[in-house]
């Protein structure tokens, strides 16, 4: 299994999220593949810190911008026939990976619950407004479309190169087209409860603002590609 995490200018955080996957409780074979995205700070540094304590190496993505593109250089960067993305600023919960990988036992395409609460202060879980993911009905058709899994996903080797993997054209919400899009392909969605990932929020009044407004810029995109599927 290879988990793969995309980073450009993580410093702050790249080091929490690293320490939670080295602490995790986990028997089965997997690697982890740092994707350094054109970085000026010390994330690299960081990364580099970790890389005998977690198996997992540093590739570089210097050809573009972006998370989705990031991703998938990691992927074809990486050995295993299933792969889990994860976010820098994020941190994974203790048990997360044992029950992710036991959902890919099972299925080709899973999330994990959320906690949107361990990491943020209540000022900033106010100030970003209510959760997208109801948790009495986690995979909950999401805007007219799909399920989508968020930022913890979890998929099959085969199913992830059947469809191309993540999309490079847009600056944000690759997750969402991507969740997507396999389940067009006929890859159904699944949840697993007993993982759980721990989202960060932007935690200043400007990060919270420019981080509504690059999700604000991509709606109108993902609406052009999905409208004729139902996106409301």
């Known amino acids: 299994m290879s988990v ?28 982890v593949v740092l994707v350094d995205n054109g970085s000026t700070d010390d994330s690299h540094a960081i990364a580099d810190a970790f890389v005998g304590r977690l198996n997992a190496r540093i590739v570089q993505a210097r050809d573009g911008i972006g998370a989705g593109y990031a991703r998938n250089v990691g992927a074809r960067n990486s050995a295993g026939r299933k792969l889990i993305f994860a976010d820098a600023d994020d941190q ?34 106010s100030a970003h407004g209510p959760f997208w993911r109801d948790p009495e009905d986690p995979l909950l058709v999401q805007a007219g479309v799909l399920p989508f899994a968020g930022g913890s996903i979890a998929i099959s080797r085969e199913v992830f190169e059947k469809v191309g993997g993540f999309p490079e054209d847009l600056p944000r919400m690759q997750d969402i087209a991507f969740s997507w899009e396999v389940q067009f392909a006929g890859t159904t969605l699944h949840h697993v409860p007993g993982a759980v990932y721990r989202v960060r929020y932007r935690d200043t009044l400007l990060g919270l603002f420019l981080q509504g407004l690059a999700g604000g810029s991509t709606a109108p995109l993902l609406y052009r590609r999905y409208r004729g599927a139902g996106m409301i």
């Open 4 to 31: 793969v995490i995309p980073f450009r200018n993580a410093a702050a955080h790249l080091a929490d999220q690293l320490e939670a996957l080295a602490s995790q409780e986990f028997n089965g074979e997997w690697e």
């Open 92 to 125: 994974v919960a203790p048990g997360y990976l044992a029950a992710m990988a036991a959902g890919l036992d099972r299925y080709d395409f899973v999330t994990s619950a959320f906690d949107h609460r361990a990491l943020n202060p209540e000022w900033v879980q």
